[in-house]
Structure formats: structure tokens, C-alpha cells
């Protein structure tokens, strides 16, 4: 027998998902929506609507930094986003099972899912399924790249109706994104690169004490280091790609963005490389983070206001 409160959240649920996004306040948050199950778990994600007129484009955030995906008040979050909530874009903070319970190609598995629940969905959060743009910033940029360069079409056979969806977007933008993971699995102290001396790791705009003493979620067996290292998906059917770096990153170096330019640009895939001068791994400065930032919402309108 369901208790009061867990009914409650099911109906919640239910209003969230099937009432049109006109209907509800046009400045409002719909906060933990659940795309899915694992390990006696919720997997959830925040829906932040544009105090304007949408422009029917949803951008899917990664939310993860070292690969571990933390959850933040959504009232305390939405001014991350809004520089795009102002452009009429809906944004999805997506949080995926974390590290260090949870590795890499299992992050990888949970964000192709909010892909496909989203697409589910779109209609009832007001976005068109064939418009939909991904970003984050380091593990969050390596999980962006992966759906854009390695998405399919779903299985028309699963009986769950979000596998039967499509995990492909329509365009990506990465921060500072690490490319090519088949030497790091394993125990490690880290990126191979040198770790901050302050010990601290800079990700989705905080600061988070000893978060880089140990990269536990690149713990898995070598052999899997190639289905989760997105510079080997690089195809010509390749969505639109914006990669943005510092060219004094000494986590994640500017050659891993340099390499997934290249690439893309020998398939004729559209892509540009943004470095900022003097910028380390998060983007630390105001000016670095406002840089990055216009240059990933003029990415979106471009790619994907009008299609």
C-alpha cells in the first residue's frame, strides 16, 4: 500500500508529464523528473522553462564533473541557465548515476536514456524532439560528445517505450571535453594530466573539495576504454560541434579538443574550436565563463532556433 507522500509524488509525476507547458507558470522549474531506475534507484533530471515565449528547443546540460553528477536546488541552479532561458530555450539538467558506485560507460548508459525519455516527452514540455542541443563542461562535455557522435535510433523491439526512442541530438557543445579515454581505465590518481595543487576540482560552476584526488568512475576494464572514447565515433552524419578549451588547462589540455576538431573536420562535419587565452580546467574567471557561455548560446541559435 502506498503511503501518502508516495502517492503524492506519483501524481506529481503524472501532472508533470501530462499537462502542456503552456498551462503552467512560464517561469517554473519542474524539479526531479524521473527518466529511469537503476540499482533500487531514481535517475532524475530538472526541467527550467523560459520566463519568455519558447523557442521550442531543449538543451540537455550534463551535470557532472569527474563524472559524479550532484544535485543542486533548482531554484539555486537556474542562473546557470539563464543565458539560454533568456533566448526562449528549455533547459534539462540531467543527472546520471555517479561515481564511485559508478563508472564511466554506466554514466554514458543513464544519459542516453534521458535522451530518449526527453524525446518521449517533448511535446509536454513544449519542445520539438528533432531540436534538441547537449553541453557540459569536462566529464560533462566527454558524456555530450559521446551522445552526439555515438547516438542510434533506438530499438523499435524493447518493450520499454523510452529504448524504443532515438538518443540522437541535433547539436553539441563541449567544454573542455576529454576525448579519448582508452589509456586512463584502471586505478588512477586522476587525468594523467597534473591535478590542481589546491586539490580542488572546478565543475558545474563549483568548487568541490578532494573531488580530483581520485577519478574512481575511470575504474573499469580496459577493453572498455574504446566504446566510451568519443574521438573513435567521428562520422559524417555527425550533428554540429562546438568545442571551447583554455589554452592553460593542465587537467584536461587543449590538444584533447584540438584532436576532436581535427577529426571532425576531416569528416565535414561543422565545427569550430573557441580557445580562451589563458583559461584553465572550469573556466575560473568571470570573463572566461561569460566567453564560453555566448559562445555556446550563439552555437544553439544557429544550429538549432528556426530549423
Not at 536546488?73 to 530555450?89: I, K, V
Not at 552526439?148 to 533506438?154: M, Y
Amino acid at each position: 500500500m502506498k503511503t501518502l507522500t508516495q502517492a503524492t509524488a506519483t501524481m506529481l509525476t503524472v501532472f508533470c508529464l501530462a499537462t502542456p507547458v503552456h498551462a503552467q507558470n512560464s517561469d517554473s522549474v519542474i524539479p526531479d523528473v524521473v527518466y529511469g531506475h537503476k540499482a533500487g534507484m531514481a535517475l532524475t533530471m530538472d526541467i527550467f522553462m523560459p520566463p519568455g515565449e519558447p523557442n521550442g528547443v531543449g538543451i540537455l546540460n550534463m551535470v557532472s564533473g569527474g563524472w559524479v553528477s550532484r544535485w543542486t536546488d533548482p531554484e539555486t541552479a537556474r542562473p546557470r541557465y539563464e543565458a539560454l532561458l533568456d533566448r526562449g530555450f528549455t533547459v534539462i539538467a540531467v543527472r546520471h548515476g555517479s561515481s564511485p558506485r559508478f563508472n564511466v560507460p554506466e554514466a554514458y548508459a543513464d544519459v542516453r536514456r534521458a535522451v530518449r525519455f526527453v524525446r518521449l516527452h517533448a511535446p509536454h514540455f513544449g519542445i520539438d524532439p528533432d531540436r534538441l542541443g547537449v553541453y557540459g563542461g569536462s566529464a560533462g562535455g566527454h558524456l555530450s560528445l559521446m551522445l552526439g557522435l555515438a547516438s542510434d535510433g533506438g530499438d523499435p523491439d524493447a518493450t520499454d517505450e523510452v529504448l524504443r526512442m532515438s538518443s540522437r541530438v541535433a547539436a553539441v557543445v563541449a567544454y573542455y571535453p576529454p576525448v579519448d579515454l582508452r589509456s586512463w581505465a584502471g586505478p588512477n590518481e586522476g587525468f594523467p594530466a597534473k591535478l590542481p595543487e589546491d586539490g580542488l576540482f572546478f565543475a558545474q560552476g563549483v568548487m568541490v573539495p578532494g573531488a580530483a584526488d581520485r577519478f574512481v568512475a575511470l575504474e573499469f576494464e580496459d577493453d572498455l576504454g574504446a566504446s566510451v572514447s568519443p574521438i573513435l565515433y567521428v562520422s559524417s552524419d555527425d550533428p554540429p560541434t562546438l568545442l571551447v578549451h583554455g589554452d592553460a588547462d593542465a587537467l584536461v589540455d587543449l590538444n584533447n579538443s584540438e584532436l576532436m576538431h581535427s577529426a571532425l573536420l576531416s569528416t565535414g562535419i561543422e565545427t569550430s574550436l573557441v580557445v580562451i587565452a589563458g583559461a584553465g580546467h572550469g573556466f575560473r574567471s568571470e570573463a572566461d565563463r561569460t566567453q564560453a557561455m555566448d559562445a555556446l548560446v550563439g552555437w544553439f541559435e544557429e544550429h538549432l532556433v528556426g530549423r
